[in-house]
């Protein structure tokens, strides 16, 4: 129950076009959901995150969807760059917990 | 600020040597995690520290890892003896808080062989 199940395992979009990684939960009682995004050789870094009390977050490019209901969230990456070509991980916490359960991981290619 | 610091990049080994990995957290922040990526498990949580004290140990693999936080700005952790399954890249993380929805900020990881 605690576990986030993320979809696909790799990606392959052209430049321009949306990206979009699925993330799937069990445990209603998760109340952070961030997206974290790894480029070759790095740590990963904090993308964008969006809280259960809202349906859509929008940074930039970047757009988290999240439907509470069907305990689903997504990332939607708008005009596709090249330099978007990463591995994307998403993740949720419980409320006031340390720990952030992490999916599987995407692998996306943004191919010219 | 640098980011979080870790050291070395790269450590090559042979099986039965000891290996410590080292990190230097983002100064002012109180909590500290050791993670491990491999492509079978993904990213794994190993050790979780608060105002540099241990609070979660539970995803140390078996008894041949330790990690340490002598102080705010400094952590290890050791494997001996390593084992060719210990290879995989660790990472070590810090954040502000002690919640999960405060950012964590990664370092760049030590890619660890051990053959």
């Known amino acids: 129950q605690q576990q986030v199940k993320q979809s696909p395992q790799s990606l392959i979009v052209q430049k321009g076009g949306i990206s979009i990684i699925n993330c799937a939960y069990e445990?209603?009682?998760?109340?952070?959901f961030p997206w974290y995004q790894q480029f070759p050789g790095k740590g990963p870094a904090l993308l964008i995150a969006?809280?259960?009390?809202?349906s859509e977050k929008k940074e930039g490019r970047f757009t988290i969807s999240f439907n509470k209901s069907a305990k689903q969230f997504s990332l939607h990456i708008m005009d596709s760059q090249p330099g978007d070509s990463a591995t994307y991980f998403c993740?949720?916490?419980?409320?006031?917990?340390?720990?952030?359960?992490f999916g599987s991981g995407t692998r996306l290619l943004v191919r010219p | 600020d640098a980011g979080v610091i870790q050291s070395p990049r790269h450590e090559v080994t042979e099986m039965g040597q000891e290996v410590t990995l080292r990190c230097k957290p983002i100064?002012?922040?109180?909590?500290l995690f050791w993670y491990r990526q491999t492509m079978m498990r993904g990213l794994e949580l190993l050790i979780y520290?608060?105002?540099?004290?241990?609070?979660?140990d539970s995803g140390m693999p078996e008894d041949r890892f330790s990690a340490k936080m002598p102080n705010a700005s400094f952590s290890t952790l050791k494997i001996q003896p390593s084992e060719p399954r210990d290879s995989a890249v660790y990472f070590c993380?810090?954040?502000f808080g002690a919640g999960g929805s405060y950012e964590q900020y990664f370092g760049p990881g030590t890619r660890l062989t051990v053959t």
């Open positions: 969006i809280r259960p009390d809202v």
């Open positions: 993380a810090s954040s």
């Open positions: 445990n209603t009682a998760f109340d952070y």
């Open positions: 993740a949720a916490s419980n409320p006031g917990s340390y720990k952030l359960i």
């Open positions: 520290f608060n105002n540099n004290v241990p609070i979660d």
């Open positions: 100064s002012g922040h109180n909590s």
